[in-house]
């Protein structure tokens, strides 16, 4: 799980002239050169076996820094306009994704960054919110030196309890700590992003879009015999997922809803709880507890356009539903279905 590209807002200062007009401070950026205000950039580099063979203590393949100004349109947070961004660009910084890969842990992993000059003016420090790190960009011709100073890929603030088992700090190491990245072409950068998002991104519309309906939305699965046959550790039968008409919740640009959960056990017996759950990203997240409602307990996601999914591999439902739940019962694939399958009856 990733965080998204942090936006850190600058108070705007106005004085009083003497004519009475009041100005604005103007956008700017810490590196125009290089970071120019309205404009995307990709920098980099990918090395290989034979500069790795040369520094067996580099643990980082590839780095990569990416200047991105068009959001994806397709998350479940409310997206800006390009528009939007190109407005605020340079309040309080500049935006950047960091992407690397390691020799010896799979993936590509990635954070984001806001990147303004140093108080002393030599260099511009990029970092991330509630102690998640930094690095340094210094130009050299059309070239960034960065300087690792050690930064969150995963877990950090604001991460649910399944990445704060797995974070990932990129830190500076032995020869992990400093990188000449050199100008690439958009489309390098972007299929990285690409590449980061989840396969259930583009598996139908986004819920937010679902949701925002004024009537009823109701989800729902009934498994068979057969299924719970081969499937001993499930103790569900049936499971509903209830949005009720009326219910959202705007804070933010984030609007939230107020979801209700249904499931039947093997044993006829009948378990109904509601939670007010997140956008986040691509997934909606769901506190267990309604005075911990921003834990990202289990998760809602799209699983195509008429359907969605409710993931819990850290078996929160258990403690949600207040029912004995196995570990077949982290993963449920749910239907678009009629008001009256979400009753269970």
Not at 33 to 59: F, I, N, W
Request: net charge positive.
């Amino acid at each position: 799980m990733k965080a998204v590209p942090l936006r850190t807002l600058l108070l705007v200062a106005a004085m009083q002239m003497i004519a009475g007009h009041a100005f604005a401070q103007e956008n700017r950026s810490p590196l125009p050169t290089h970071l120019p205000l309205g404009k995307e950039v990709c920098y980099g580099r990918v090395y290989d076996a034979s500069h790795l063979a040369r520094h067996p203590k580099q643990r980082v393949t590839s780095l990569h820094v990416f200047r991105d100004l068009d959001p994806d349109q397709n998350t479940e947070d409310t997206p800006q306009t390009r528009e939007e961004v190109l407005k605020t660009d340079g309040e309080g910084g500049v935006n950047v994704s960091a992407f690397v890969r390691f020799k010896n842990r799979k993936g590509l992993f990635w954070n984001g960054l806001n990147c303004n000059k140093s108080a002393d003016g030599k260099f511009v420090r990029c970092g991330i919110d509630c102690d998640g790190g930094s690095f340094e960009l210094r130009t050299r011709g059309k070239n960034l030196h960065l300087t690792n100073e050690g930064f969150v890929l995963i877990g950090g603030c604001g991460a649910s309890e399944e990445e704060y088992e797995n974070q990932v700090h990129f830190l500076p190491g032995a020869d992990d700590k400093t990188f000449l990245l050199e100008p690439l072409p958009l489309a390098q950068c972007a299929a990285l992003r690409d590449q980061v998002k989840p396969a259930f991104a583009k598996m139908g519309k986004a819920l937010r879009i679902r949701f925002e309906t004024q009537e009823t939305v109701c989800y729902s699965r009934t498994y068979d015999d057969a299924h719970l046959k081969k499937n001993p550790q499930q103790n569900v039968r049936k499971i509903a997922l209830l949005r009720a008409a009326g219910g959202k919740d705007v804070h933010k640009d984030a609007p939230s809803y107020e979801l209700t959960f249904k499931i039947e056990t093997k044993d006829g017996k009948q378990f109904t709880k509601t939670a007010k759950c997140y956008p986040d990203r691509y997934t909606y997240t769901c506190p267990v507890k309604a005075e911990a409602d921003t834990a990202k307990d289990f998760y809602v996601t799209r699983a195509g356009d008429n359907a969605l999914t409710i993931r819990d591999r850290a078996g929160k439902l258990t403690d949600f539903f207040g029912a004995k739940l196995g570990k077949d019962d982290r993963l449920f694939r749910l239907e678009a279905s009629a008001p009256a399958a979400c009753a269970l009856n």
